[in-house]
């Protein structure tokens, strides 16, 4: 049933609608989760952490106490300790000096037969003064692995994640087949292979074919002028109708290494998208090849 709540906190603005479910929940490409009637929970957008991206918001009555956000890891990431030990090692480089800690860690089983280790830890970032604390959610089957991030936002709401995360996540689960996602993130309408192309700046016509993946990385390929081939890699996102792209990998090196471009994203239908670059306006139209 439609729940609408009101933010009367300074940080957060909420006018959405949102929603409570006692059915499965997709959260993440392959995973599913179950929202109880019981918990004060809704499944909704917070503009000041993201603009597209839905959250698990947990309340108390209208006050907004902590969120969770949810991701799948790219293939090949399925040992929880190396993710760990990276994932710690970031937070410390960015936090400042002796600031940052590990409280707690732990593991759990989900009633879907998903292993999940977590960590807790508070660290003040780099030229912040106020301590954050956050609990991180590994969840494995050995096949995929996603990360759950849950964040207080208020005092009140740090014991309230801590009582209620682990009973959410302990019901992780594959999604059935006929189990469609109540809300769809931006992305998931452009995930596929699509082909077509551009002319250049020296009228020559540019193929162009690159494939937008699950795991919201990307491989590209161009050919200019039926001769030069150009072979790119990197990870891509969508956010208020711009694509941008970061490049990790290029062959031959004609992009730096983490350069970002993007487009506007002009046409879009099932079938066909149309983009135009932000810098040069060149129009870049394509079709959907699978």
């Known amino acids: 049933m439609p729940k609408f709540k009101n933010f009367h906190l300074l940080v957060f603005f909420m006018f959405a609608s949102s929603q409570v479910f006692s059915e499965p929940q997709v959260v993440a490409d392959g995973l599913a989760i179950e929202l ?3 918990l004060d929970i809704t499944y909704q957008i917070v503009p000041d952490y993201d603009d597209t991206e839905h959250v698990i918001a947990g309340w108390d009555e209208d006050e907004f106490q902590y969120f969770i956000t949810f991701s799948k890891l790219p293939s090949g990431w399925l040992d929880q300790d190396v993710w760990i030990s990276g ?3 970031d937070i410390n ?7 940052f800690k590990v409280t707690e860690k732990g593991t759990y089983k989900s009633s879907g ?3 999940i280790t977590y960590i807790k830890i508070f660290f003040t970032p780099k030229g912040e003064s106020k301590v954050k604390n956050q609990t991180a959610h590994f969840i494995t089957d050995h096949k995929n692995s996603y990360l759950a991030f849950a964040t207080p936002v208020s005092e009140a709401g740090i014991n309230k994640l801590e009582t209620e995360v682990v009973s959410i996540l302990k019901t992780s689960h594959t999604p059935d087949l006929n189990i469609i996602p109540l809300i769809r993130k ?3 309408r452009y995930f596929g292979i699509w082909a077509g192309g551009y002319v250049d700046s020296s009228k020559r016509f540019v193929e162009v074919v690159f494939e937008l993946k699950r795991d919201l990385t990307f491989a590209r390929k161009e050919v200019i002028a039926g001769e030069k081939d150009g ?4 990870v891509w996102s969508i956010s208020n109708n711009i694509l941008s792209w970061t490049y990790l990998y290029g062959k031959p090196t004609t992009q730096d290494a983490k350069s970002v471009e993007s ?6 239908t099932s079938d066909s998208l149309v983009l135009t670059s932000e810098v040069s306006e060149i129009e ?7």
Do not use: C, H, K
């Open 87 to 89: 994932f710690t090692r």
């Open 284 to 290: 870049l139209t394509m079709q959907r090849a699978e």
């Open 231 to 234: 072979v790119y890699s990197g």
């Open 263 to 268: 487009d506007i994203v002009t046409s879009f």
């Open 93 to 99: 480089a960015a936090s400042e000096r002796n600031t």
């Open 113 to 115: 037969g998903y292993e």
């Open 36 to 38: 109880s009637e019981s």
């Open 186 to 188: 931006n992305e998931d």
